[in-house]
């Protein structure tokens, strides 16, 4: 929802927040399916870098105790 709310043609994403955008277009599909043409369908725009690095060079998590507070 808070996808569709903006009624995005691109969303800006890391690699592992593409099975949201697919969901959300989805959804899209099924509403202007039933009520007609509202929402687009927003497609995965994939950043340069997929996933930023924590304080020690790993993906940034914070069971890696590396994140940025």
């Known amino acids: 929802a808070d996808i569709l709310m903006y009624k995005p043609r691109w969303v ?16 899209a599909r099924r509403f202007n399916h039933t009520f007609g043409a509202v929402f687009p369908e927003p497609e995965a725009k994939l950043t340069e870098i ?12 914070k069971s890696f105790d590396n994140a940025i507070y």
């Open 12 to 27: 800006p994403v890391g690699i592992d927040q593409v099975p949201h955008v697919e969901l959300t277009r989805e959804v």
């Open 50 to 61: 997929p996933k930023v690095p924590g304080t020690d060079g790993r993906k940034m998590s």
